[in-house]
């Protein structure tokens, strides 16, 4: 993949949206010019560094986490750090993905809406888990703006940040997503279905949503596999390679 002056600004916009999304998730941590990173242990599926620039300083980054406590790890935004010799193996490997606004979209056939109140959000995470609400999304993250995000480290860090629910006749969450503003992009994460709902239901209720929350705003985001296949369908374009590194100690 050649990567052009254009594409390596959006990889960057990528990095900083995740990073400051996990800041938000995770009320820990604090940014660099070079990474955000957590000292303490973050929740599971959540990194305790993300690093924001390709000539991160290695040492640094392993130094601000604490690479004693289990599965500590770092998002590799581009895919160039070697944590072996630090004791670290490759958890799993993703896409940036990039959509431009002017990208046409797909009517979804839920009905799509904004979740609003910790009910909601308590049935969102369990629609999303299959299981039951753990509390991983607090409901902090359904106000966050500039001033909620002072236990993050940086008072602009949150951003914008909204839960997109799809709902049947019935109410129930068959589909949702999660999605957050930073600077001129949005980013979507944690994209999924329930109770047989197609993939792509998914992916064009949060987009048809999203791009009401935001209008003109361009999307990014990271994916793999299966994932990665249906949100290319979407309009998404593969822009960059990135890595998630676990200690394996």
Known sequence: ????????????????????????????????????????????????????????????????IDTAAPRASVKDSFAVLDLAPAGFEVLFGAEWIHRPASAPAVAPTLAWSRISGPAELEAWETAWDGEEST??????????????????????????????????AEGRILAGAAANRTGEVVGISNVFTADGTQDDEAWAGALALTASLWPGLALVGYESGDDLDTALRHGFTAIGPLRVWVHSG
């Open 1 to 64: 993949m050649i990567i052009t002056p254009n594409t390596e600004e959006l990889l960057l916009a990528a990095a900083y949206n995740n990073a400051a999304w996990c800041a938000a998730v995770c009320r820990d941590g604090g940014f660099t010019a070079q990474a955000w990173s957590s000292p303490r242990p973050t929740p599971l599926y959540y990194p305790d560094a993300v690093t924001l620039t390709r000539d991160t300083d290695t040492a640094a980054l392993l130094a601000g």
């Open 135 to 168: 509390g991983l999304f607090h409901p902090g993250l359904l106000t966050a703006d500039a001033e909620d995000a002072g236990e993050a480290g940086e008072a602009e860090e949150a951003g914008e940040i909204a839960f997109l629910a799809g709902r049947d």
